[in-house]
């Protein structure tokens, strides 16, 4: 069963701290995808990449940054949390080409 | 830029009664258009895209070029159909979805 795993289900975090979360993929996948998702929003697109150490913004990149150093893991990191950061996050993979994405089953963030 | 719209936050529906949630897109060209689900305490999965013209669990869509609508309809809902559904766009020559903000199926027994 191919997987997209998010290291933690839930965590919680102080205003100011700077939060690590984490996707790894054993698909081979070459995109990687980070989303948050907000009742009333959808899903909103963060950050993506379409190869190992390459990156782009999404729609809402502010306060946000990301990281690819090998192609099955893509780590995404706020420098300094802030409530307004408190959201689920969803990372997600893709083959290029074929459409479709794999999702992981999110990390639900709680800043305080 | 590229939008999907999901008019309705929420739809209710009996056990067997048709559904039909509403996604329309803006886009000059031919969009790759998706559906997406989200049960309860699941991960989020694909349900069907426009392009395989298959149907999934009984679902399926339409794309109508005109009203730019890709439509998502079920003839008979069933309790197990109940989830968060999401639309999502793909533009061409990139690999990134856009989505909707989705419409909250339910279905009474």
């Known amino acids: ?112 | 830029a590229q939008r999907v719209t999901q008019p309705e936050k929420l739809l209710s529906v009996f056990k067997g009664a048709p559904v039909e949630l509403k996604c329309n897109y803006s886009y000059s060209g031919s969009p790759e258009l998706f559906w997406y689900v989200q049960y309860s305490r699941q991960r989020l999965q694909l349900l069907l895209r426009h392009i395989s013209r298959e149907s999934i669990k009984g679902f399926t869509a339409d794309l109508n070029k005109g009203e730019t609508s890709f439509h998502l309809k079920k003839p008979f809902a069933q309790e197990e159909d109940s989830a968060m559904y999401y639309c999502a766009t793909s533009p061409l020559s990139t690999d990134k979805l856009i989505f909707g903000t989705g419409t909250r199926l339910q279905v009474f027994p």
């Not at chain 1, 950050?47 to 306060?63: L, N, T």
């Open chain 1, 1 to 112: 069963d191919v997987k997209v795993t998010q290291s933690s289900r839930y965590l919680v975090k102080r205003t100011g701290e700077k939060v690590f979360l984490e996707c790894v993929q054993d698909m081979d996948h070459e995109n990687m995808f980070w989303y948050r998702q907000d009742p009333g929003l959808g899903l909103r697109l963060i950050y993506f990449s379409y190869d190992v150490k390459m990156k782009e913004k999404g729609d809402i990149p502010e306060g946000y940054s990301v990281s690819r150093e090998k192609k099955e893991r893509f780590s995404l990191i706020l420098e300094s949390a802030s409530t307004n950061q408190t959201s689920m996050y969803l990372c997600a993979s893709s083959s290029t080409g074929l459409g479709g994405y794999t999702f992981g089953s999110g990390t639900r963030l709680t800043v305080v």
